[in-house]
């Protein structure tokens, strides 16, 4: 008894090691490739569907459908060889037995996430676009490939975002409006910010970034109408005072510490003209630093003429090169005013800049800089405040004098009165 139950697990064991030696290879994907033996694996599905994989690097559609027909008929549920099989068919002319394929699989898998990139790139291969929005939205809404998924139909629909906007749901349009603004499209954002803001109010934090984003390409007066929308401004320049964290983002004041330490700018409590902030800038004295590190874009009107007025006030600033409130324009040419060198120790004083706008400025910088000193003593040190930035339009005066001479003439009695 003990012979026959030896010799039958003995036969068990032999015909395991030759059942087992195969699929050992199949599952390696070990092939040789060769004609002998894909007739020793043709009843392994996955081994048909390498073999039609190979054809298909080898440019070789017509075998390979051959292939991944067997694959096929040894396993019913082999998606990947259904749409492998469709891709061959289409290559070899018959577009209708792939899109027939194509819808089969579809319908088959429609809850499962593992097919949808590949079944979306052949039904634009073979343009069947209600299977393309489809996959599209269901891998957005899954936030699987988004980005890929994005370019995919920007490309299909050939930039046009309009068009892009009609298949998408609403819930993925900010993802759309996040992707375009990666790309720089302004032109094409402007599209999908009107259509999500008529399904329902953006987060402001998407809004302000928005904004920032349109600045940045000169679009001034739809910035200005999002960013008057969502920070509700009371006046003309945001944050005058500094009593709010500077954002470094749209409208807002932008500015930047030196890695080095050569300057420092930070808001600082209880020294202030207005409220309970004001800012200041620390120069450290170790270079002839070149200064123009903070600064505010806002809008204006073309030709109008405006009329700013700030705080300063300063202890122990150094060197011929002292620091200066400029406006210049940020979207045309033609507009440059300074106000005068702030420099020594000085309590706080008031300042007025008058100018006025190019015609085809929309929108103008006011920023702080500082030139270059020639001296042999040019490292700047000491410490400087701003604050209560205003800003006002003031109607033409063919009496007033120009900005720039009431600058230097009050410049001239500051000298006068030293």
């Known amino acids: 008894m003990r012979l026959v139950i030896s010799m039958v697990l003995l036969a068990l064991a032999c015909w395991s090691i030759k059942t087992a030696w195969p699929l050992r290879i199949v599952h390696q994907g070990n092939f040789a490739f060769t004609k002998e033996e894909s007739r020793r694996f043709e009843k392994y599905a996955d081994a048909q569907y390498a073999y039609g994989m190979q054809s298909w690097m080898d440019q070789d559609p017509q075998t390979a459908v051959g292939f991944f027909r067997k694959a096929i008929s ?9 749409l492998r099989l469709a891709e061959a068919e289409a290559a070899l002319g018959r577009e209708e037995n792939a899109r027939s394929i194509l819808v089969f699989t579809t319908d088959m898998t429609d809850r499962v996430l593992h097919w949808k ?94 904004a920032h984003f349109l600045i940045g390409h000169k679009r001034i007066r739809s910035a200005m109408d999002i960013w008057q929308q969502y920070t509700n401004p009371t006046n003309a320049l945001t944050n005058p005072g500094f009593e709010t964290r500077i954002t470094g ?89 300074n106000g005068p060198m702030m420099t020594g120790s000085h309590g706080w004083r008031q300042e007025v800049i008058d100018f006025t706008m190019p015609v085809d400025c929309h929108a103008a910088v006011v920023r702080l800089r500082r030139r270059k000193s020639m001296r042999f003593d040019s490292k700047i040190r000491g410490r400087l405040w701003v604050d209560d930035f205003q800003l006002e339009q003031v109607q033409n005066d063919p009496q007033e004098k120009p900005a720039a001479q009431r600058v230097r003439l009050s410049s001239l009695k500051r000298q006068a009165d030293h």
């Not at 396993?75 to 990947?80: E, I, P, R, S």
Request: with cysteine.
């Open 74 to 82: 040894r396993n019913v549920l082999h998606m990947d060889a259904w």
């Open 117 to 210: 990139w590949a079944q979306m790139v052949l039904a634009l291969q073979l343009d069947v676009d209600p299977i393309f929005c489809h996959n599209a939205n269901d891998l957005l809404t899954r936030k699987v490939l988004e980005r890929d998924t994005l370019q995919l139909l920007h490309t299909h629909f050939n930039g046009d975002s309009q068009a892009v906007i009609a298949v998408l749901e609403p819930q993925h349009l900010a993802g759309y409006l996040d992707w375009l603004i990666g790309w720089g499209m302004a032109k094409e954002s402007q599209a999908v910010w009107r259509a999500m803001t008529a399904q329902c109010t953006a987060p402001t934090d998407t809004a302000l970034r928005y």
């Open 249 to 337: 983002q749209g409208f807002d004041w932008r500015c930047q510490d030196e890695k080095n330490g050569h300057w420092e700018i930070k808001r600082v409590f209880s020294e202030s003209t207005e409220g309970n902030y004001s800012l200041q800038i620390r120069f450290a004295g170790k270079a002839n630093v070149v200064f123009h590190h903070l600064y505010q874009i806002f809008a204006a009107a073309p030709t109008q003429r405006y009329r700013l007025t700030y705080q300063w006030k300063t202890r122990g600033i150094t060197t011929d090169q002292g620091p200066f409130v400029e406006i210049v324009g940020y979207d045309g040419k033609g507009l440059q005013q």
